[in-house]
């Protein structure tokens, strides 16, 4: 079974700052990958996904993320944090050609400051 | 699109009592997830259906849950007698049909037993 894990529980940045959310994977072989975003009081949103080819994947508001086999991980970035990124972030993960079944970390809250 | 619909967005009970929750996912999606998010287990699915039949429900906790999905536009999750330890925000989530593809959620519904 595939199994997910974001280290970072909480990671504070500054406006303006870079960011990079940390994802580890551990299945056979390459997964399906995802980040989502949940910001507070509501459901997630995709950001991003992976399922091969370049592994450097844009998404939607201004981040990314690099897939990388030989360290099982799939790190999120974003150049320069505005106030409204201010959410927790979910890599998930998902056998491909299998079952659909997403399994979810445990999610990185992001809190940006002035 | 309306996106992913669930009610109530708050509940309120009694333990012992009978809770129903609902969903109605995007028009032209066809399979559904139910999900539960609380802080000590992350999110986990608890069953999903891939044209209104249920799939997996290997993540339902035990049978006081249960869940059905009549037709293609509607689905309950139902907790028969509710314990305080169900307390949680309950996601629906809608997609295709297809590995990898992208889930919609809905807000959630926050439900407290007291």
């Known amino acids: 079974a595939q199994s997910v894990t974001q280290p970072d529980i909480h990671i504070t940045v500054s406006e303006g700052a870079s960011l990079e959310l940390r994802c580890n994977y551990s299945?056979?072989?390459?997964?399906?990958l995802f980040w989502y975003v949940q910001s507070p009081g509501q459901g997630l949103q995709l950001l991003l996904k992976?399922?091969?080819?370049?592994?450097l994947v844009q998404g939607i508001k201004g981040f990314e993320a690099e897939f990388k086999r030989s360290q099982s991980s799939f790190n999120l970035r974003k150049p320069s944090v505005h106030w409204s990124d201010a959410a927790e972030y979910f890599c998930a993960v998902e056998a491909p050609g299998g079952d659909q079944k997403v399994t979810f970390g445990t999610g990185t809250k992001l809190q940006v400051i002035p | 699109d309306a996106g992913v619909i669930q009610s109530p967005r708050h509940e309120v009970t009694e333990m012992g009592q009978e809770v129903t929750l609902r969903c109605k996912p995007i028009?032209?999606?066809?399979?559904l997830f139910w999900y539960r998010q609380t802080m000590m287990r992350g999110l986990e699915l608890l069953i999903y259906f891939n044209n209104n039949v249920p799939i997996d429900d290997s993540g339902m906790p035990e049978d006081r849950f249960s869940a059905k999905m009549p037709n293609a536009s509607f689905s309950t999750l139902k907790i028969q007698p509710s314990e305080p330890r169900d307390s949680a925000v309950y996601f629906c989530?809608?997609?295709?049909?297809?590995?990898?593809?992208?889930?919609?959620f809905g807000p959630g519904t926050r439900l407290l037993v007291l």
């Open positions: 299945y056979g072989a390459t997964p399906y």
């Open positions: 989530a809608s997609s295709l049909i297809a590995a990898g593809e992208t889930q919609y």
């Open positions: 992976y399922f091969s080819g370049d592994t």
């Open positions: 028009s032209g999606h066809n399979s």
